[in-house]
């Protein structure tokens, strides 16, 4: 091709200069193709790239497009002109499919291949040429070097021979790899030019192959098929903009006529009066629910009746659930201390109570009167609007509030302002009262103006108060946490019986009699409905140690005995009837008879209330017996101290007798003349003895007769 320069093969063994700077030109210009040619290789990559993805996603449309009849759709999912539809696109998609993976492989053939070959295999040829001719290069330089050092004074035959040999090969070396190099060199500013028109050349022919399979494909019977596709896309859009205009001014007419009902707060009852007559409703409300044994927490959730069934639904879920049955059961109005508009519903047999909450007070007069015509079974009547309209008046007096629980008491029981502030703090919690408690007032069982303690205090005795008062006599420093002595914890480690319960204390009050069975539900009602009315839900944790001496409240952490009370002056102990895991006992005050009072304290334990009032119990049969034995070897000690002392007088009336008779015996030795008289000095003598031992006789018998 004319126009192209070339490096001279001839002067490769001169290597002049000009002939190295025409060398230089020519490898800046194979680095430019190299640069290039990499380039262009990358952009066709992408290009083949993008065919093989667009055949895939093709084909995967194609093949989703057949699979629609297999999907479920929940609306519109049996419309058979849009499968047929879907159908004939899929075939048509298909045969697209089909002619971009032949575009693929062409693409590979005639554009790829063309310019791959051309990067791996030409241009890395030239790359390694290149190096070998500057090795070589290299090498003649060192070469020649070495033989222009040769000395002229100092010539050896052998080195010279050696150096020339160098030289030789050197020279060959450079010019061979030389002339190879210059002749890829020269060779390259051909194949560059073929290099870039051969893969274009297959790229567009690959094109028109392609275009014309899609021409044959697409015929005149496709072109009218996608004719009346896009007039029903133009008819599905236009009734779509209808239907959009027709839902936003059903919009702006909604905000327009429901702005009032936005406000939680009560409407006009002149434009939105509360309809009675309603058989059926269905709203938000919030329900009660409990959470422990006096707190709770409100959800709001979806209700709705359904005939006679009160039913709630969650947001997400598919169906409701029942909540309670409506048929003869009992609605009304009720005053709660943290909510507004409640009402509370009653099933017919008593033993489920739901307390529900509205948003306003209209809302919970419409739900009260509908649960009243429920409730009636007013539902199942032909014309129920009528005779709902007959109930009305029974709906009216529900829709009061009922009066709490405080007023009705006063009204059953005289005025009194003590009994009046304690009734506040009775509530139905827990188990139903006995019949006996419905005719003993409660002043025979609880104090009046007993405050209620919810904490633990260590109790101040007089007992307690004097120990301290000696304690700072003696110089000892008295236990503020109301532990007693050495003594006692040297006796509680001796016990028998050792039970430890993890409790919560609930509260203590002071009670008029320690006789009654119910002053301790009396006492767990009081301090139940005293700690909701009051929001108190705070429990103290302790650890009770039931021992055969006493009961302790330990803390849990320091150890620290926070209250004892001896087991002597427990005088009753039992749980609750529903609740078993509240118990509570009563204690009664080491007083005089004036002083004297009885406390009842009530827990909360994690263990049956029943196993602790049995373990209490246990621990007063222990004691009980062991203050029996005791006693019994009291009793004994003294019988054998009493023996003791009768044998020892039994022995010294043996003695006294002895004695008597030994001097009994002297005295009538003595009284006997054994002996004549000897003369008057010695006669003398015996008769001072005789009656030294004749008044001693008479002195111990008359000692032995005063012992006796």
């Known amino acids: ?50 065919q093989n993805e667009l055949s895939a996603a093709t084909h995967l449309t194609s093949r989703l497009l057949k699979e629609y009849d297999k999907q479920r759709f929940p609306l519109g999912g049996d419309d058979e002109v849009m499968s047929s539809t879907l159908q004939q696109f899929a075939k048509v998609i298909d045969e697209l499919s089909s002619c971009h993976a032949v575009l693929s492989t062409q693409l590979a053939d005639a554009m790829m291949f063309p310019i791959t070959q051309f990067k791996e295999r030409d241009l890395k040829e030239i790359l390694t040429l290149k190096e070998v001719f500057q090795i070589a290069s290299d090498d003649h330089d060192t070469a020649i070097n070495r033989y222009s050092r040769l000395s002229k004074r100092r010539d050896n035959d052998k080195i010279r021979a050696e150096v020339v040999e ?32 051969e893969p274009l050349l ?66 006009d009852p002149i434009h ?34 359904q005939g006679g069934n009160l039913m709630q639904q969650a947001r997400g879920e598919v169906a409701g659930g029942l909540v309670t049955d409506l048929d003869n059961s009992s609605v009304m109005a009720v005053d709660c201390d943290d909510r507004r508009f409640c009402f509370q519903v009653t099933s017919f047999d008593g033993k489920k109570v739901v307390t529900l909450q509205a948003e306003s007070r209209k809302d919970c007069e419409e739900w009260i009167s509908t649960i009243n015509n429920i409730s009636k079974r007013i ?30 008491h006063e009204s059953m029981r005289p005025s009194s302002k003590g009994r009046a502030g304690r009734a506040s703090s009775i ?30 205090i260590s109790p101040v005795s007089e007992e307690n108060s004097g120990q301290s008062k000696t304690a700072a006599q003696s110089g000892r420093r008295s236990n503020p946490f109301g532990e007693s002595g050495d003594s006692a914890s040297e006796g509680s480690e001796d016990s028998i019986l050792h039970q430890l319960f993890i409790v ?19 006492t767990m009602r009081q301090i139940l409905a005293a700690r909701a009315i009051h929001n108190i839900f705070r429990m103290t944790e302790s650890h009770l140690l039931v021992t055969c001496d006493c009961l302790k409240l330990i803390d849990p952490q320091t150890q620290v005995t926070r209250l004892r009370f001896p087991l002597s002056t427990v005088v009753q102990c039992s749980s609750h009837q529903d609740n078993k895991r509240l118990f509570g006992f009563v204690l009664h005050s080491a007083g005089g008879r004036v002083d004297s009072r009885a406390v009842c304290y009530i827990f909360e334990s994690n263990n049956d ?70 003369s008057d000095g010695q006669f003398l003598v015996l008769s001072n003895s005789q009656s030294e031992d004749s008044d001693a006789g008479d002195e111990g018998k008359k000692k032995g007769e005063s012992d006796a």
């Open 1 to 50: 091709m004319p126009g192209i320069e070339k490096l001279p093969i001839e002067e490769t063994l001169e290597d002049s200069p000009q002939t190295r700077s025409l060398l230089g030109v020519f490898e800046e210009d194979t680095a430019a193709i190299s640069n290039y040619c990499t380039q262009l290789y990358h952009a066709m990559q992408r290009i083949y790239d993008a």
């Open 166 to 197: 160098d030289v030789y090969t050197s020279r060959k070396k450079q010019h061979q790899t030389m002339m190879h190099y210059f002749c890829s060199l020269n060779t390259l500013q051909y194949k560059k030019k073929t290099a870039l028109l």
């Open 609 to 678: 209330g029943e196993k602790i009032c049995d373990s209490i119990g246990l621990a007063k049969q222990i004691a009980f017996h062991s203050e029996m034995d005791r006693k019994a070897v009291e009793k004994r000690k003294e019988q054998d101290k009493a023996k003791e002392k009768q044998q020892e007088e039994l022995s010294k009336q043996k003695q006294i007798e002895k004695d008597l008779e030994e001097q009994s015996r002297l005295i009538a030795a003595s009284s006997r003349p054994a002996n004549p008289p000897a």
């Open 272 to 305: 939105s009066p509360v309809c009675r007559n309603l058989t059926r409703k269905q709203g938000y409300l919030h329900i009660r629910n409990k959470t422990g044994l006096v707190s709770s927490s409100w959800e709001r959730q979806y209700f709705f009746t």
């Open 202 to 267: 297959g790229y567009m022919q690959a094109q028109i192959s392609f275009f014309k399979l899609g021409s044959e494909n697409l015929t005149q019977q496709w072109e009218d098929f996608l004719g009346t596709i896009g007039t029903s896309v133009q008819n599905v859009r236009r009734e779509m903009e209808e239907e959009v205009g027709q839902m936003q001014q059903t919009i702006q007419e909604m905000e327009m006529s429901c702005d009032p009902l936005y406000a939680p707060c009560d409407p």
């Open 379 to 408: 539902y199942l009547s032909e014309n129920a609007e009528e005779l709902a309209a007959r109930v009305n008046q029974s709906a009216l007096e529900a829709v009061t509030p009922s009066p709490s629980f405080q007023q009705r």
């Open 504 to 522: 919560r204390f609930l509260g203590s009050m002071e009670v008029r009699t320690t006789e009654s069975a119910d002053v301790i539900s009396e």
């Open 427 to 456: 509530s139905s919690v827990g188990s139903e009262p006995s019949p006996a408690l419905s005719v003993l007032s409660l002043d025979a069982l609880v104090a009046p103006d007993t405050p209620i303690q919810f904490d633990i």
